[in-house]
């Protein structure tokens, strides 16, 4: 995204004032305007079932990821080995 910011204004230098406008509004200017129009609250109460939902997947794909850690470490750690699977004196 910084790439694109600094790629603007030397694609389009007529348009650089108004760029740069711009960026300054949508870092400083928006989030106070938002909160004091009330917007800011209807846009949390839209966002916050897709940012649970989001928030649910990531952690379950991450829990998935420990345990599957946990699992290999313990059958790296074994002992047994099943006759079946590991092959025997002289085979390959």
């Known amino acids: 995204m910084i ?3 600094l790629l603007v204004p030397l694609y389009f230098p007529a348009y650089a004032g108004h760029y740069l406008f711009l960026l300054l509004f949508l870092g400083f200017g928006l989030r106070p ?3 004091v ?3 800011s ?3 949390e109460r839209l ?3 897709f ?3 989001w928030s649910a997947t990531e952690l379950k794909k991450h829990r998935r990821a420990v345990e599957q850690r946990v699992r290999q470490a ?3 750690k074994r002992r ?3 006759p079946e699977t590991t092959p025997g004196p002289g085979q390959k």
Do not use: F, I, N
Request: glycine residues 8%.
């Open 33 to 35: 305007l938002l909160e």
């Open 41 to 43: 609250g209807y846009w």
């Open 3 to 5: 790439a694109v910011s």
């Open 51 to 53: 940012q649970r939902r």
């Open 80 to 82: 047994y080995r099943d």
């Open 47 to 49: 966002e916050d079932p």
């Open 74 to 76: 313990a059958l790296k």
């Open 37 to 39: 129009t009330g917007l």
